[in-house]
């Protein structure tokens, strides 16, 4: 039997669970389940944290990248880069919307976008939006992007699904793009108890533009004034407790970044934590790099340590793309795709569930 969990969403403290149990009855009470005051009120804490900028609140974080990807014009022929390591979502999203998506390599000791493989595509190719995908938790090189796609004239969106609270000297991760999005899927750093998402806007214009979209692209009630359009909200329920639980998200990325450091400094050998000991760094999972995952894999588990793989399949290896990449060959990505292994860290993880799990990485190998 696991002795120590991937992840528990139940370990909620008691006085947070009767917190949150009230809020739930309260909306229940009000009778407004959508677009409410909760859910304005979540909108302007995230914007606080945004650089004020406009925020929409969505259904998920999966509406929130095609919404995103809308707003920056991606249409039939449009070129967006991405990487093929982070779950398929971004290339989804833009094969539904009729885009080419162009792969771009990673760095291997980040597993983050190689700024120098998109700037290679750039020079060869056309690119009209870039997605970087702030995996794990970690910011790669954003700056550099940023400036990049400035010069080039190139939309940049930032997915910050998994970096919700993350900052590149006190700028907020988010706000070095013209869009951002997020997801508050329940296992996220700021994680509902259902689904939802939202959308971060550099301008009013770009905010409205994505309030409309999400909204069957209605200008005006039932004017469908923008092509593409669908319904996505996020409801009331969701809102009060994502803006709950905002309260606390600072100090529980710090917890899941020590845990996973702590991780880095048991390890030895030739393995690693694809991790970093500062504000970039606010550790949605832990994710070993090893030479011999199936291996670890199994030597943690006979010791009762939950393991996972995010993710195992690159985007160009996709059963259902396998027509869409041709012979797309992306060095780094395939190597780093071999090697990682998700190990546990969530906030509520025991001092002893922390020990067992840094013990056990300690002696791999």
């Known amino acids: 039997m696991t002795k120590v969990p991937l992840n528990d969403l139940g370990r909620l403290s008691s006085s947070l669970k009767s917190e949150l149990s009230d809020m739930i009855k309260n909306v229940v009470s009000s009778g407004w389940f959508l677009k409410g005051p909760h859910t304005e009120a979540l909108e302007t804490q995230i914007s606080d944290r945004f650089a004020n900028r406009p925020v929409i609140s969505v259904a998920n974080g999966t509406d929130a990248l095609y919404l995103a990807l809308l707003a920056a014009g991606v249409r039939s022929g449009k070129n967006v880069a991405t990487v093929a390591n982070a779950g398929g979502y971004t290339t989804g999203a833009v094969l539904r919307l009729g885009g080419n998506p162009i792969l771009i390599d990673i760095d291997q000791n980040t597993a983050q976008m ?6 290679h595509v750039i020079t060869k190719t056309t690119v009209d939006v870039v997605v970087v995908t702030h995996l794990y938790g970690l910011v790669g090189d954003i700056g550099g992007i940023s400036e990049l796609c400035g010069e080039r004239g190139i939309t940049l969106i930032e997915d910050c699904a998994q970096s919700f609270g993350a900052a590149v000297g006190n700028r907020p991760a988010g706000t070095f793009g013209d869009i951002a999005t997020t997801s508050f899927y329940p296992t996220k750093n700021l994680g509902g108890f259902g689904d939802g998402g939202a959308v971060i806007c550099k301008t009013e214009a770009i905010g409205g533009c994505v309030a409309e979209l999400a909204q069957y692209g209605w200008g005006n009630r039932y004017s469908i004034e923008r092509p593409f359009g669908i319904n996505s909200r996020l409801d009331e ?5 994502l803006s709950r639980l905002m309260q606390e998200l600072d100090e529980k990325n710090d917890r899941r ?22 504000e970039r760094f606010v550790g ?8 011999n995952r199936e291996v670890d894999q199994s030597i943690l588990n006979k010791n009762g340590i939950a393991t ?52 056990a990485l300690g002696k791999l190998g």
């Open 114 to 119: 190689s700024l120098e493989a998109l700037h």
């Open 237 to 241: 329920i969701q809102a009060a407790i």
């Open 257 to 278: 970044r020590s845990i996973i450091n702590h991780f880095q400094s048991a390890i030895s050998h030739d393995r690693y934590m694809i991790c970093e000991d500062s």
């Open 284 to 291: 949605h999972l832990a994710v070993l790099v090893t030479p």
């Open 308 to 359: 996972a793989i995010h993710y195992p399949i690159a985007d160009h290896h996709q059963l259902a793309w396998q027509n869409q990449f041709g012979d797309c060959s992306l060095s780094e990505t395939e190597w780093l795709n071999s090697r990682i292994l998700t190990v546990p860290c969530f906030p509520e993880m025991t001092e002893n569930e922390i020990e067992i799990v840094a013990s």
